[in-house]
């Protein structure tokens, strides 16, 4: 089975060596995405801090409904955008999240420590970014 | 043939991703939208060839945008795809029986999209 990522990766490898005009409709694209990735990187980084955040005031029990929900929507707009700049793996942790945070019954000290692992492996992929993006 | 798409998303991100996406691979020209009531302005306006609408959007969502297109005389032959990151079979069944053209999911792959959107409409070119 082709991994479809596989060959995208690949194009943005193939575009970081070639000038604009000499790059293919795919791979300016690519270049493109990567330029947006940098730009749009801090609004994904305070989302994920924010996850962490809400994450860590569960552990204490101190989690409120408002920071709870502000939680949901900032999973739910990870999810929609990270597979989007190439961190499909970003969207799935994201998804997660969104589930745990979202469901109306306080999770378990278990769950919530499985979350706060799940979270730290969001923002470690966040902070290496997409393929290409350096 | 060039179309013309019409973005309504809150999200800047998904915005200009999508923008990004379909003017360079499909040469589309984009129209975009960051609200549902400023969707159905620059639908009306514009009378793009199809509308890419998100579902969850503050103020107005993405089915009431739907529903309020549809009810429009000036944008209700528009053909309208939904964009969501998840969508229940009861609700495929819903924005189904609202009009909706076609359900697309997020996160969506930028190389394949105008793909996607032609093969949903019955477009010829692929982009």
């Known amino acids: 089975m082709v991994d479809p990522l596989s060959k995208r990766d690949e194009t943005v490898r193939t575009a970081a060596t070639l000038p604009p005009e000499a790059q293919s409709p795919e791979q300016k694209l690519q270049t493109m995405l990567s330029a947006l990735w940098e730009r749009s990187r801090h609004t994904v980084v305070e989302r994920a801090a924010l996850l962490q955040e809400a994450g860590k005031l569960w552990t204490n029990d101190r989690l409120d409904e408002a920071t709870r929900l502000r939680a949901v929507d900032s999973a739910h707009k990870l999810a929609g955008v990270l597979g989007t700049f190439g961190l499909p793996r970003g969207t799935e942790l994201a998804r997660e999240a969104e589930q745990v945070f979202g469901q109306p019954i306080p999770p378990s000290k278990v769950e919530i420590e499985q979350l706060l692992l799940l979270l730290a492996e969001l923002t470690s992929l966040i902070d290496r970014g997409p393929v290409g993006s350096r | ?127």
């Open chain 2, 1 to 127: 043939m060039t179309r013309r798409i019409l973005i309504i998303d809150d999200e800047d991100d998904i915005r200009q991703v999508a923008a990004m996406s379909l003017e360079t691979i499909a040469g589309w020209d984009v129209i975009l939208a960051n609200s549902g009531k400023q969707g159905i302005e620059r639908a009306s306006k514009e009378q793009p060839d199809a509308i890419l609408l998100d579902v969850m959007m503050p103020e107005m969502d993405g089915p009431t945008t739907l529903l309020k297109l549809k009810a429009n005389g000036q944008t209700s032959h528009i053909p309208v795809l939904l964009l969501t990151a998840k969508v229940h079979g009861s609700d495929q069944r819903r924005f189904a029986e609202m009009g909706v053209a076609a359900i697309l999911f997020k996160p969506f792959d930028p190389l394949t999209l105008a793909r996607q959107i032609s093969t949903a409409l019955g477009w010829r070119e692929d982009g």
